[in-house]
């Protein structure tokens, strides 16, 4: 597609539940990127797919937080158990390649209640 | 660890004026720098990168300034527009670690008109 591409845009969930965020993101971009914005604050890094090779999951916060890349485009972020800790924008970006600025989704807005 | 900071959280410039925007990091080892522009609910979107083999590069109105001695990077914005209200964040990626960029927190500009 044109740009990347998330969903929902906004998601509002009760605290205990499983959310799913979802990421198209520009074709041919073989990196793809979450990041956690928390209101106010920078980009904090979770998770990093590269072609083929084992994702860089350091950045996730827990083991609650989990990321799959499937085909080496589209990519879910799935957050079990939400905790109100969660909320926050989760931006998604790709990159042609890495070591190269990313293009960034608009994000998906959570909110934890 | 790595530490990428803004000296300003909000700067307010009156519409015409120049802007700078400026950005400190702590990590001797990092090579390649962005800035990005944040409107409100969207994602980064990508302004201008640098390299540390430089130390100046300009584009459409921007110019990013490096300065290694001192570890500090910083963002002008000429004849400022309305249109460059936005939250403008540094982002800084270590030498052979391309998996992921460092964030700095963010500065907000205001532009008066």
């Known amino acids: 597609g044109a740009g990347v591409s998330q969903s929902p845009s906004n998601k509002v969930t009760e605290k205990g539940k499983d959310v799913e965020l979802r990421c198209d993101p520009i074709?041919?971009?073989?990196?793809l990127y979450w990041y956690r914005q928390s209101l106010g604050q920078g980009l904090e890094f979770l998770i990093y797919?590269?072609?083929?090779?084992?994702?860089?999951k350091s950045g996730l916060p827990s083991d609650r937080f989990s990321a799959e890349r499937t085909g080496g485009s589209v990519s879910t972020l799935t957050i079990q158990r939400t905790q109100q800790e969660d909320s926050a924008v989760y931006l998604c970006?790709?990159?042609?390649?890495?070591?190269?600025?990313?293009?960034f989704g608009s994000g998906t807005r959570l909110t934890v209640v | 660890g790595e530490s990428v900071g803004l000296h300003l959280p909000t700067l307010s410039v009156q519409e015409g004026d120049n802007s700078i925007i400026n950005c400190a990091y702590s990590?001797?080892?990092?090579?390649?720098f962005i800035w990005y522009k944040q409107e409100s609910g969207k994602g980064p979107q990508f302004i201008i990168d640098?390299?540390?083999?430089?130390d100046k590069r300009q584009g459409q109105r921007v110019t990013v300034l490096l300065n290694k001695t001192v570890k500090h990077l910083s963002l002008q914005i000429a004849a400022t527009q309305p249109g460059d209200s936005a939250v403008y964040f540094c982002?800084?990626?270590?030498?052979?670690?391309?998996?992921?960029?460092?964030f700095g927190s963010g500065t907000k500009l205001n532009v008066k008109p």
């Open positions: 970006a790709s990159s042609f390649e890495q070591g190269h600025g990313y293009t």
């Open positions: 074709s041919g971009h073989t990196a």
């Open positions: 797919f590269q072609g083929n090779s084992a994702p860089d």
């Open positions: 990590n001797s080892a990092s090579d390649y």
């Open positions: 640098i390299r540390s083999n430089m």
């Open positions: 982002a800084e990626n270590i030498r052979n670690n391309f998996n992921k960029f460092y």
